[in-house]
């Protein structure tokens, strides 16, 4: 991750101010400018906007998401087709507090990563004259990292409900990337529109570094992410193991 926003970054200063770089963004199809957070005035030449582009329209989420649905799926699917599972729930601790805590600990690594993140941008932005905001970049990690644990703990829900790994690798990725698009598209396609307060990348906004975010939004994907972890505790308590 730092390795990545290094590269990144020490791009910028060879395109900074750059007219052609504006010119070629302008000449882009209004839905490729939309699907990529390029939309509304965001200007690549600048460092919040070549950020915005190159980091938050899609990797830092796609990376964000890999992690937390890897770690999500890993934690009960993983454990209980491995045979693991009905080992651990042995222990003299009931099941939700069993889930609670696995879901806590991916939150742990979403965090890390977050926070290596804002690291790594917070150092290259005084290094390569980016002229970041250090208040919105802490605000769009935030939002990176609501977004990973809905799709994480969604992940452990259905590790939790099913004895999938598949399932609960595939179910999360697959909202996911329907979410990027309809978050993205939902205001060129009229059909999509109504859509958009189901998608979790509408949700957290875009391009953070050169617009802010809406922190009552957060509330909203917190809310969401904590009742579907709380939903994956009861689930587990209703149903049998599967065993080796």
């Given at each position: 991750?730092?390795?990545?926003?290094?590269?990144?970054?020490?791009?910028?200063?060879?395109?900074?101010?750059?007219?052609?770089?504006?010119?070629?963004?302008?000449?882009?199809?209004?839905?490729?400018?939309?699907l990529f957070g390029l939309a509304?005035?965001?200007?690549?030449?600048?460092?919040?906007?070549?950020?915005?582009?190159?980091?938050?329209?899609?990797?830092?989420?796609?990376?964000?998401?890999?992690?937390?649905?890897?770690?999500?799926?890993?934690?009960?699917?993983?454990?209980?087709?491995?045979?693991?599972?009905?080992?651990?729930?042995?222990?003299?601790?009931?099941?939700?507090?069993?889930?609670?805590?696995?879901?806590?600990?991916?939150?742990?690594?979403?965090?890390?990563?977050?926070?290596?993140?804002?690291?790594?941008?917070?150092?290259?932005?005084?290094?390569?004259?980016?002229?970041?905001s250090f208040e919105r970049l802490?605000?769009?990690?935030?939002?990176?990292?609501?977004?990973?644990?809905?799709?994480?703990?969604?992940?452990?829900?259905?590790?939790?409900?099913?004895?999938?790994?598949?399932?609960?690798?595939?179910?999360?990725?697959?909202?996911?990337?329907?979410?990027?698009?309809?978050?993205?598209l939902h205001g060129l396609a009229?059909?999509?529109?109504?859509?958009?307060?189901?998608?979790?990348?509408?949700?957290?906004?875009?391009?953070?570094?050169?617009?802010?975010?809406?922190?009552?939004?957060?509330?909203?994907?917190?809310?969401?992410?904590?009742?579907?972890?709380?939903?994956?505790?009861?689930?587990?308590?209703?149903?049998?193991?599967?065993?080796?």
């Open positions: 991750m730092v390795a990545y926003a290094f590269v990144i970054a020490a791009i910028f200063p060879s395109i900074e101010g750059s007219p052609s770089i504006s010119d070629l963004l302008e000449s882009y199809p209004e839905a490729v400018k939309s509304g005035g965001v200007d690549i030449g600048t460092g919040a906007g070549f950020v915005d582009a190159e980091l938050f329209s899609f990797m830092l989420p796609l990376l964000a998401i890999a992690l937390a649905i890897g770690s999500g799926a890993r934690t009960l699917a993983g454990e209980e087709d491995a045979g693991r599972l009905e080992l651990v729930l042995a222990y003299p601790i009931a099941r939700r507090a069993a889930v609670l805590q696995k879901g806590t600990a991916v939150g742990l690594e979403v965090f890390g990563f977050c926070a290596v993140a804002f690291a790594s941008l917070a150092l290259a932005s005084p290094t390569f004259d980016l002229g970041l802490a605000g769009a990690m935030v939002g990176i990292g609501l977004l990973a644990l809905l799709h994480g703990w969604l992940a452990l829900a259905i590790g939790a409900a099913w004895p999938s790994r598949a399932a609960a690798i595939g179910i999360p990725a697959a909202l996911a990337a329907a979410a990027y698009l309809v978050g993205g009229g059909w999509l529109d109504p859509l958009r307060f189901a998608s979790s990348f509408w949700w957290i906004g875009q391009s953070p570094l050169s617009n802010g975010v809406e922190w009552w939004r957060f509330l909203v994907v917190a809310g969401v992410a904590a009742a579907i972890l709380l939903v994956a505790s009861r689930l587990i308590e209703r149903r049998d193991l599967e065993t080796a």
